[in-house]
T-cell receptor, first 116, second 110 residues
Framework: DSGVTQTPKHLITATGQRVTLRCSPRSGDLSVYWYQQSLDQGLQFLIQYYNGEERAKGNILERFSAQQFPDLHSELNLSSLELGDSALYFC???????????????FGEGSRLTVL | SQQGEEDPQALSIQEGENATMNCSYKTSINNLQWYRQNSGRGLVHLILIRSNEREKHSGRLRVTLDTSKKSSSLLITASRAADTASYFCATLVSGSRLTFGEGTQLTVNP
C-alpha cells in the first residue's frame, strides 16, 4: 500500500460528459502528480501541484484541469470527454520541501476511465 | 515524445534465469529510476540511481548507469514467477517531472 488513495477506481461515462477524479496523497507529501496511461501513448505526465500551487505542466489538454486543495488532496477534472480519453489516470505523491522532484514517486492504484 | 526507451519491449524467461532490461534516454538527467507495474495496478518504485553513480544493488536487483551512453540497465537475478510485470525506467527532467519510458513486459514462466 503506497498510501496514495484514488477514487473512483473505475468510471464509465459517455462522450461529451465531465468527470472528476480524486487523489489523496501520502500523509505529509506536499507534491501531487497526475499521469495518464493509455495503450498508445504510454505513461504521460499531465500536471504537478506543490502545496496548492501548480508547479509543472505536461501534456495536459485544455479540456482537463486540476487543483490541489488546502488539505492537499487533488482533483483532476476531465470535460467534453472523447473516446480517446479512455485511459488509466494515476496520481502520485512525493516528499520534498521545495516541490522539485528528486526522489521516488508513490503511485495510487489509478482510476480507470472508459468513455463510450 | 518519451524521454526513455526500454529494450526489449517484451521478454519471456524461465524461473531462475536472469532478466536484463535496458533503457536509453536523450537528455542529461539528475537521476534515473526504475518502477514496476503489475497488470492494471499502480507503479511501484524499485530503485533510484543518481547521475554520479555507476551501479546500485537492491536485493536481486542490479542497476547500472552509463551517462556517456545515456543508458541504464536493470538486471533481475534468479527471477521468480512473481516478477512478472511491466518495468519502466523514468528520468528526472527539468527538476520537476519524472518522464517514463514505454516499458518492458517481463514474463517469468514457472
Amino acid at each position: 500500500d503506497s498510501g496514495v488513495t484514488q477514487t473512483p477506481k473505475h468510471l464509465i461515462t459517455a462522450t461529451g460528459q465531465r468527470v472528476t477524479l480524486r487523489c489523496s496523497p501520502r500523509s505529509g507529501d506536499l507534491s501531487v502528480y497526475w499521469y495518464q496511461q493509455s495503450l498508445d501513448q504510454g505513461l504521460q505526465f499531465l500536471i504537478q501541484y506543490y502545496n496548492g500551487e501548480e508547479r509543472a505542466k505536461g501534456n495536459i489538454l485544455e479540456r482537463f484541469s486540476a487543483q490541489q486543495f488546502p488539505d492537499l488532496h487533488s482533483e483532476l477534472n476531465l470535460s467534453s470527454l472523447e473516446l480517446g480519453d479512455s485511459a488509466l489516470y494515476f496520481c502520485a505523491s512525493s516528499a520534498g520541501t521545495s516541490g522539485r522532484a528528486s526522489g521516488e514517486l508513490f503511485f495510487g492504484e489509478g482510476s480507470r476511465l472508459t468513455v463510450l | 515524445s518519451q524521454q526513455g526507451e526500454e529494450d526489449p519491449q517484451a521478454l519471456s524467461i524461465q524461473e531462475g534465469e536472469n532478466a536484463t532490461m535496458n533503457c536509453s534516454y536523450k537528455t542529461s538527467i539528475n537521476n534515473l529510476q526504475w518502477y514496476r507495474q503489475n497488470s492494471g495496478r499502480g507503479l511501484v518504485h524499485l530503485i533510484l540511481i543518481r547521475s554520479n553513480e555507476r551501479e546500485k544493488h537492491s536485493g536481486r536487483l542490479r542497476v547500472t548507469l552509463d551517462t556517456s551512453k545515456k543508458s541504464s540497465s536493470l538486471l533481475i537475478t534468479a527471477s521468480r514467477a512473481a516478477d512478472t510485470a511491466s518495468y519502466f525506467c523514468a528520468t528526472l527532467v527539468s527538476g520537476s517531472r519524472l518522464t517514463f519510458g514505454e516499458g518492458t513486459q517481463l514474463t517469468v514462466n514457472p
